[in-house]
C-alpha cells in the first residue's frame, strides 16, 4: 500500500511553481476532437487525470505524442471511434467532456452513463437537457448514453439551472460547429472557462462572454489545430498557500505559476482569517499566520469560494483561535474529509451541508485515508504542523491532481515521503 508520511513541525521556505490546471487540461485535451489535425498543449501538468484522458483520446483513433513532461501534440486527424468506455469514465468522470466535441465534429457520441462516486450523485442531467435544446437526441441502453445530432446541430438560447461548469464546457464544445448563435445563459464563470473558450477563438470560433453568466456562441464551419499553454492551476496554487500560511518560516512562501485574481475569493476570505499575502513579480507570498481567526465560508460557483479549497480551508480553521462554519453548497459528500481531520485531533461537528468547526490547539499525527483528491491532499497539508507522523493513505486521489505533491514540499524544506507499507493482513 503506497501512503505519504510526514513529520510534523518543519518550517516552510523558499518558492514553488504550480502545474497548469488540472481542470482545464482535461478539457482542452477533449477540444483538441474539434479541430482536425495536431494541436499543441504546453504547461499541461503530469498528473494521473491527464493520463486516463490520453488513453480515452487514444481508444478514439488520437495520436499523442509527449513532446516533453509538459508538452503533448494530439493529433485528432484519424479519430474514427466516438466512444468513452466505461472502465474510463468510471476511472474519471470529466471523461464525459469529451461529448460536446464529439457530437460537434461527427454529430455522435457513445459515452458510458457516469455512476455515483465519491463525491456525491454528480449528475448529467443539465449536460443533456442543454444539448438536446441544441438538437442532440439521446437514447440510453446498457448503461451507455447515444447521443445523435446527425441531423446538425442548430443554435439556440440554452438557460442553465445551475451555473455548472461541466454542462458550460459540454454546450460550448458542441455549439461552436451549430448553425446558427446559441446564447448559454446562467453560465458557469470559472477560469478554465475562459482558457477553453480562448483556445477555441484561437482555433477560428466565435465565443463571447466566457467568464460572465452569459456566454454566446456563434457556429463556424471549421476549427483548426493551435498551440496553446494551459492556465496555471489555482487550486494548487491555493493548497500550498494553506501550507505555508500553517508552517512558513520568517522569509514566508512565494507560490508562483497561477494568476492571484483566480483565488480573489480565498486570498480575502484568508486574510480575514489573518493570514498575511504580498504579491509578488511571479505570484503570491504567504507568510504563517501568527492566530487564525475564525471564519464563515460558503462554497460557491466563480467568482465565490470554490469547493475545490473547501478541505484546505477546513484545515485552517480547525487551529482557528475559536468557532468556524463551512457551508458545502457544491457536493454533498465533500466533508468526509473532516472525519480523516477529526481523528487527528480536529473538532469538527456536521450538520447536513454545514461544518460547524471549533478550532484547537494543535493537530496530532495519525493514519489518515485520503477520501477524495483535494481532502487527500489537505490531509498531507494538515500532517505538516501536527506533532509526529501523520501518514497518509489512499494517496492514488492526490495524483489525480496533484503533480510531484511530495518532492515540491519537500523542495520547500517539508519533511514528506511516499512510502511503502504492507497491506492490512484482514480475514
Ligand atoms: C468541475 C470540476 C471540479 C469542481 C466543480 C465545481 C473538472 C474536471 N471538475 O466539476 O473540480 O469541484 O467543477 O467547481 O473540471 N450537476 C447536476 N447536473 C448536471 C451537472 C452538474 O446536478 O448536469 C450538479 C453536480 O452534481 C454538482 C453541481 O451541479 O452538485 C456542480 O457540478 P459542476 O459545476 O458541473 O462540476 P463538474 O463540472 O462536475
Not at 438557460?159 to 459540454?170: D, H, R
Amino acid at each position: 500500500m503506497d501512503i505519504i508520511r510526514v513529520e510534523g513541525g518543519h518550517h516552510l521556505e523558499g518558492s514553488v511553481a504550480v502545474s497548469g490546471a488540472k481542470n482545464s487540461a482535461l478539457k482542452l485535451m477533449a477540444a483538441t476532437l474539434l479541430a482536425p489535425g495536431t494541436t499543441t498543449l504546453t504547461n499541461v501538468p503530469n498528473i494521473s487525470d491527464v493520463h486516463v484522458m490520453g488513453k480515452v483520446l487514444k481508444r478514439m483513433g488520437a495520436e499523442i505524442e509527449v513532446v516533453d513532461e509538459h508538452t503533448l501534440a494530439i493529433d485528432t486527424s484519424h479519430v474514427d471511434s466516438w466512444e468513452a468506455p466505461y472502465e474510463l469514465v468510471a476511472k474519471m468522470r470529466a471523461s464525459t467532456a469529451v461529448m460536446g466535441p464529439l457530437l460537434g465534429r461527427f454529430g455522435k457520441a457513445k459515452i458510458a452513463m457516469p455512476g455515483g462516486c465519491n463525491l456525491g450523485a454528480r449528475k448529467i442531467d443539465m449536460h443533456i437537457l442543454g444539448l438536446q435544446a441544441l438538437g442532440v437526441e439521446f437514447d440510453t441502453e446498457h448503461g451507455y448514453i447515444y447521443a445523435d445530432a446527425s441531423a446538425g446541430l442548430t443554435g439556440t438560447n440554452v438557460t442553465l439551472e445551475f451555473a455548472s461548469v461541466g454542462a458550460t464546457e459540454n454546450l460550448i464544445m458542441a455549439s461552436v460547429r451549430a448553425t446558427g448563435t446559441t446564447v448559454i445563459d446562467n453560465a458557469a464563470r470559472e477560469p478554465e472557462i475562459v482558457d477553453l473558450a480562448t483556445m477555441l477563438n484561437e482555433m477560428g470560433a466565435k465565443i463571447s462572454g466566457a467568464g460572465t453568466p452569459v456566454v454566446t456562441i456563434e457556429g463556424v464551419e471549421e476549427l483548426t489545430p493551435v498551440t496553446h499553454r494551459v492556465v496555471g492551476d489555482r487550486i494548487e496554487a491555493g493548497t500550498f498557500l494553506v501550507a505555508g500560511a500553517l508552517m512558513a518560516g520568517p522569509a514566508g512562501v512565494e507560490v508562483t505559476g497561477f494568476n492571484p485574481m483566480h483565488l480573489n475569493m480565498v486570498i480575502r476570505k484568508f486574510e480575514a482569517m489573518g493570514v498575511p499575502f504580498e504579491r509578488t513579480e511571479g505570484g503570491l507570498r504567504v507568510r504563517r499566520a501568527e492566530r487564525i481567526e475564525p471564519i464563515d465560508i460558503q462554497t460557491l460557483p466563480f467568482p465565490g469560494f470554490p469547493t475545490d479549497m473547501q478541505p484546505q480551508a477546513m484545515t485552517l480553521s480547525a487551529l482557528a483561535d475559536g468557532n468556524s462554519i463551512i457551508t458545502e453548497n457544491i457536493f454533498e459528500n465533500r466533508f468526509m474529509f473532516a472525519s480523516e481531520l477529526v481523528r487527528m485531533g480536529a473538532d469538527i461537528h456536521i450538520e447536513s451541508h454545514h461544518a460547524m468547526i471549533h478550532g484547537v490547539t494543535g493537530f496530532s499525527g495519525a493514519q489518515v485515508s485520503s477520501p477524495d483528491l483535494r481532502g487527500g491532499a489537505a490531509l498531507v497539508v494538515a500532517g505538516l504542523i501536527a506533532e509526529g507522523i501523520t501518514e497518509v493513505s489512499a494517496v492514488h486521489h492526490i495524483a489525480r491532481g496533484y503533480e510531484r505533491f511530495v518532492e515540491k514540499l519537500s523542495a520547500l524544506g517539508a519533511r514528506v515521503e511516499h512510502a511503502s507499507v504492507p497491506d492490512p493482513d484482514i480475514d
